[in-house]
């Protein structure tokens, strides 16, 4: 420690000495003493006290909105729209079926309504049995869905076709809308379903 | 000139069914034991000059490929379910007919959700934001820039070996069983470089990685894991990173489940609870016996297989075979492994392949006389923070067979008269 703060100290006005931060990064854990005996033979010439790489190039806000599409279960990051369930009837029905089946049963691909995990019976995971968060949803179709044409959807019509889906299930009525406001505040059936792996992180 | 073979040490039986001890292996030269080791040898054909040897051989190639003679040495995957859907699901490593710890690229298990991006890397960004002083964008050319670190890591997904979550065992091999699972040398930048670079509000607690592809998959880890030994790859085995594997950059979290490790890696974003993602909520939890579910199951935890003999590798004969697998531990180091032939009543421990490193793949190998009879080959690994893998009748008592990932009991192949071997519930 009392090498390292000793490097600080010399270091031009809070300017990060080099050396160190390139053993930091190349060395993990103890290889780093190794490194800094070398650092301490080299005088501290301009040579040593070049600049910490920064090569990232800040971006604002705005910019890297287009990029920004998580949504967290608290609705963080839903944008502004709606869609009401009979409008996600006629986007499923166009853009899901063929995969997802009529009124989302499944086959070819993945099963979205009814299902069970309950003990002793066939375990069938759906967005109805199974998924904890129906922000969830609106992230996932939102980024990869159609599966031919993702991103495709717009804001109104991912609101729209998480209603259908959500009503199918029995967990919205045929009347409902769905918006930033009204999603995150769904509970859905399995919501206190998962409890944290008990061996992580180690004791 | 012989040497002198009655003061040689004997392969001593280890364990029950013809396990030697691992001394065989320690010891420069072993004389046949008590089992009659070597005895078999019949006289060899005469030898004849071949033509490869009689003319020159072809000129030098760009980029180098296995010999036409090893075309069965290919990864294999099942029919998607539907067709109009490609690129869903997983390619499998052919661990049978591979040695040493490291996979080569072409065979590296591959896992997409959407297909495989072409992802060009001139126009490729890798933006870092959320709870940081300043968001920031880094091309492939910044990024190289950077002091570089390289570690040998394996990856394993977290569905490999699901299909032993069934009742009945299936007649599987290594392959499709095991599959799902590589180990390669990976070389990037570290991740706390970067982030520190960012600047890290005391808030953010987690971090959303999230991939370029189709699907945008996306995976929520611990920020603490992104400062301890997260990386983010360039180069794989020495060269760049494969396009199934994550090209130009994927992310690499050693010893976590392979879903977390994001391919064609294009956005971290800190934040200070988990995004819940759908791959964290309805995919990658573990179903227990009841209704509730584990969620966060990071690291994979202490598991072995032998690959060799294994189904397809029919025994030719009685006599003397090496038996040899892999080991590993997202916890850490491999510190032993045992093996058996009579279905785990009876282990002696193998001997460890160096390097062990750790969070890869670790060989091991044992030698083995097998008698002609009936035998259930096992391997049981012990990582370095004293973790067993579980047989799997304790396996499955504690979390029962709904689970589909992270299954890491011990595994068995029975041997029969023939020489055949098949995956059994032993």
Redesign the interface.
């Known amino acids: 420690m009392c090498l390292l703060d000793r490097l600080a100290c010399r270091s031009a006005l809070g300017k990060p000495v080099s050396p160190l931060a390139?053993a930091r990064?190349?060395f993990?854990g103890q290889a780093l003493a190794a490194a800094l005996m070398v650092v301490t033979v080299v005088p501290l010439t301009s040579a040593t006290a070049a600049d910490e790489?920064?090569?990232?190039?800040?971006?604002?806000?705005q910019e890297?909105a287009p990029?920004?599409?998580?949504?967290?279960?608290?609705g963080a990051g839903l944008p502004p729209g709606k869609g009401t369930v009979a409008q996600g009837e006629a986007v499923f029905a166009a853009k899901c079926q063929?995969?997802h089946g009529e009124k989302g049963q499944g086959r070819?691909?993945d099963r979205l309504v009814g299902g069970n995990?309950?003990?002793g019976q066939p375990?069938v995971?759906t967005?109805g049995s199974?998924?904890?968060?129906a922000?969830?949803l609106f992230?996932?179709v939102r980024?990869?869905m159609p599966?031919?044409r993702?991103?495709s959807l717009s804001d109104d019509e991912v609101y729209a076709v998480a209603a259908y889906v959500l009503y199918l299930n029995g967990i919205l009525g045929q009347d409902a809308a769905l918006d930033a406001q009204s999603l995150p505040k769904v509970k859905m059936p399995n919501r206190d379903?998962?409890?944290?792996?008990?061996?992580?992180?180690?004791k | 000139m012989g040497r002198r073979r009655k003061e040689a040490p004997r392969a001593e039986p280890a364990a029950g069914n013809g396990i030697l001890s691992r001394r065989f292996f320690l010891e420069r030269t072993l004389a046949a034991g008590a089992a009659g080791l070597g005895a078999s040898a019949a006289a060899a054909e005469p030898l004849a000059v071949p033509p490869w040897s009689r003319e020159p051989g072809s000129d030098f190639t760009a980029y180098g490929q296995p010999s036409r003679f090893e075309g069965k040495v290919v990864r294999s995957w099942a029919a998607p379910?539907?067709p109009?859907?490609p690129g869903?699901g997983s390619s499998r490593t052919p661990h049978h007919l591979l040695d040493g710890m490291i996979t080569p690229s072409g065979l590296h298990y591959e896992r997409s959700?959407?297909g495989v991006p072409d992802i060009d890397p001139e126009q490729h960004r890798l933006?870092?934001?959320g709870l940081v002083r300043?968001?920031?964008?880094?091309s492939l050319e910044?990024?190289s820039?950077?002091?570089?670190?390289s570690r040998i890591a394996f990856i394993e997904c977290a569905g490999n070996s699901g299909a032993l979550y069934t009742a009945q065992a299936q007649p599987l091999n290594v392959q499709a069983i095991h599959g799902l699972l590589s180990c390669s040398d990976w070389t990037g930048?570290?991740l706390s470089?970067?982030l520190d670079?960012?600047g890290i509000d005391p808030r953010a607690k987690w971090v959303?990685a999230?991939g370029a592809d189709?699907?945008?998959m996306?995976r929520s880890f611990?920020l603490?894991k992104a400062l301890d030994?997260a990386m983010v790859c360039l180069y794989q085995n020495g060269e760049r990173v494969r396009p199934s594997n994550g090209y130009p950059l994927r992310l690499l979290l050693p010893g976590f489940e392979g879903n977390m490790n994001v391919k064609w890696l294009?956005?971290l974003?800190l934040?200070d609870?988990p995004?819940?993602?759908?791959d964290e909520?309805?995919k990658y939890?573990?179903?227990l016996?009841?209704?509730?579910?584990?969620?966060?199951?990071?690291?994979i935890?202490v598991k072995s297989i032998i690959t060799r003999p294994s189904p397809g590798l029919t025994l030719k004969g009685p006599g003397f075979y090496e038996i040899s697998g892999l080991a590993w531990s997202g916890?850490g180091r491999i510190r032993q492994v045992d093996v058996s032939a009579d279905g785990g009543q009876s282990f002696a421990p193998a001997v460890l392949q160096e390097p062990v490193l750790p969070k890869a793949l670790t060989r091991f190998r044992a030698a083995w006389q097998w008698g002609g009879g009936p035998a259930v080959l096992q391997s049981r690994a012990i990582d370095e923070?004293g973790m067993v893998q579980p047989s799997r009748a304790q396996f499955v008592a504690e979390r029962g067979l709904?689970g589909n990932f992270h299954y890491n009991a011990i595994a068995s192949w029975r041997i029969d008269q023939a020489g055949e071997a098949t995956n059994v519930f032993a």
């Open positions: 390139f990064a190349c993990p790489p920064h090569f990232g190039k800040p971006i604002t806000a890297l990029w920004d599409i998580s949504v967290g279960p608290d063929a995969c070819p691909n995990i309950a003990p375990t995971k967005v199974y998924w904890p968060y922000t969830t992230d996932y980024r990869a599966w031919d993702p991103k379903g998962f409890t944290p792996f008990p061996r992580w992180p180690p | 379910a539907n109009a859907t869903i959700h959407s933006l870092i934001h300043q968001p920031l964008v880094f910044d990024l820039r950077y002091p570089r670190v930048v570290k470089t970067l670079e960012a959303l999230e189709a699907s945008g996306s611990p603490a030994d294009r956005r974003n934040v609870a995004i819940m993602t759908k909520t309805s939890t573990i179903l016996k009841e209704d509730k579910a584990w969620q966060f199951v990071f690291p935890e916890n923070t709904r």
